[in-house]
T-cell receptor, first 112, second 114 residues
Framework: ELKVEQNPLFLSMQEGKNYTIYCNYS?????LYWYRQDPGKSLESLFV?????AVKQEGRLMASLDTKARLSTLHITAAVHDLSATYFC????????????FGEGTQLTVNP | NAGVTQTPKFQVLKTGQSMTLQCAQD?????MSWYRQDPGMGLRLIHY???????DQGEVPNGYNVSRSTTEDFPLRLLSAAPSQTSVYFC?????????????FGQGTRLTVV
């Protein structure tokens, strides 16, 4: 059974600081997704990571994937209040389509 | 291009009532899925479909039925609602294998069972 674990589950940080969210998964997978969710809203796709060593960056967020360690990280650089949201990682396979296994989510609060 | 559309957005049911949550997509995606989201538990897969006429169970299927008569629609039926089914429900769709299988999510249906 595939398990996906995120840590931390809650993160409160000050604007301008850096931090990393970790996502560990238990079995082999060929793709990892990061999503953002604002309160009461749907999931917004941030990154899709398809291969070992993949690194993607968008603004203050950077995601990486280490398939050998079964670990993905989401790094936040110089946080701003607008990044406050819940971040989910999800693991899937090319053959599984929209059938994903999600982590519990990391609730990020960026304080001014 | 509407993407993935879910209706209704909000619903209150009494215990024992039945209802259908609707999900439609206009991207010609073959793969569709239903998830429920509960506080502190992330999203859990209820049922999924890899094409018209083909469905299968996910992680938490009990109390829910699905069917897939067309590529576009994937309704989720609650036959006899229970308070434990109070949750936010998301429908997702994606392309088949060999193409970009990024999942696209609907806006969600917030269901309360009293």
């Amino acid at each position: 059974e595939l398990k996906v674990e995120q840590n931390p589950l809650f993160l409160s940080m000050q604007e301008g600081k850096n931090y990393t969210i970790y996502c560990n998964y238990s079995t082999t997978s060929d793709r990892l997704y990061w999503y953002r969710q604002d309160p009461g809203k749907s999931l917004e796709s941030l990154f899709v990571l398809l291969s070992n060593g993949a690194v993607k960056q968008e603004g203050r967020l950077m995601a990486s994937l280490d398939t050998k360690a079964r670990l993905s990280t989401l790094h936040i650089t110089a946080a701003v209040h607008d990044l406050s949201a819940t971040y989910f990682c999800a693991v899937g396979r090319e053959t599984s389509g929209s059938r994903l296994t999600f982590g519990e989510g990391t609730q990020l609060t960026v304080n001014p | 291009n509407a993407g993935v559309t879910q209706t209704p957005k909000f619903q209150v049911l009494k215990t024992g009532q039945s209802m259908t949550l609707q999900c439609a997509q206009d991207m010609n995606h073959e793969y569709m899925s239903w998830y429920r989201q509960d506080p502190g538990m992330g999203l859990r897969l209820i049922h999924y479909s890899v094409g018209a006429g083909i469905t299968d169970q996910g992680e938490v299927p009990n109390g829910y039925n699905v069917s897939r008569s067309t590529t576009e629609d994937f309704p989720l039926r609650l036959l006899s609602a229970a308070p434990s089914q109070t949750s936010v429900y998301f429908c997702a769709s994606s392309y088949p294998p060999g193409r970009n299988t990024e999942a696209f999510f609907g806006q969600g249906t917030r269901l309360t069972v009293v």
